[in-house]
């Protein structure tokens, strides 16, 4: 008997209204995707089920990825029975089911719909924050049950764009796959995290007048936040953490880990260690993308 075919990805995206989720289909449409948006809910199944008999009739012909858009706006929409279908998808062998979950903050939400001037679904006759609010609690479950949430509060398009191939790409590699992200907490902490850290302890290069301008690529800044009497002992810690952890969430079919790294402006010391622990996680053989959300921002 031959190989089994590799299953194909069914990728449903979700979350709240102006977070980007019709960004997020067009770029995955763009990667070779087979894109349908606000596909209403028992359709969904259908859509699986045709795409089953397709390939039954003609096995020779290549099958497509799918990438499906379901959110509040679509008919018949409940969190829980999405949930309970994608269970149900799950189950078989020739689909690779995904629910990515795309989250921002309320603030930033309500200046995107006040610039574009667009009504929330949720709030057709009262103000776009009642609507922001009812739609992020119909949405909780299904944000608790995403396998990837991306927080596009402060992530400006080239950056969106990076993180979607990097997870998505169809030649992408099986297995886990992990983001390290720099942040400052002074702009908050990332919602996709899964694992935080706290690295403001270190000794800090932006009172040196000569490395302030300077971000933690620079190799002087390293070589400062790296000559903290602690570092060593911190770093040889989170790296025996992280690689004790690794293998365990793969074996529980975890397939995205973003582990977060923070100081006070996510330009110096966040940034050293974020690279640092991307370097040793892609030197033991991980996949790994490492992004600095709030490196380039103005310094204080």
Known sequence: MGAAAEPIRFVVVSGLSGAGKTTALKLLEDHGYEAVD??????LR?????????????????????????????RDFQPDQLIALLSELRQRDDLAVQLLYFDCEDEVLLKRFTATRRRHPLASDRPIAD???AERRLMLPLRAAADLVIDTSMAALPEFRQALAAQFALDALPGLSIMVLSFSYKHGLPREADLVFDVRFLRNPHYDDAL?????DNPAVAAYVEADPGYADFFGRLR?????????????????????????????????????LGKHLRETGQRVDIRHRDRDLAPA
């Open 131 to 133: 609507g922001i609010a």
């Open 46 to 74: 259908r859509l699986a089920i045709a795409d089953e008999a397709e390939a039954a009739a003609a096995p020779t012909q290549p099958r497509r990825a799918i990438a499906v858009g379901i959110d509040s706006r679509t």
């Open 240 to 276: 025996g953490m992280v690689d004790a952890l690794l293998p365990r969430y793969a074996q529980e079919g975890k397939r995205y880990l973003t582990i977060a790294i923070g100081c006070t402006g996510g330009r110096h010391r966040s940034v050293v260690v974020a690279e640092a």
């Open 38 to 43: 606000n596909l209403p809910m028992p359709l």
């Open 212 to 216: 302030r301008p300077h971000t933690g």
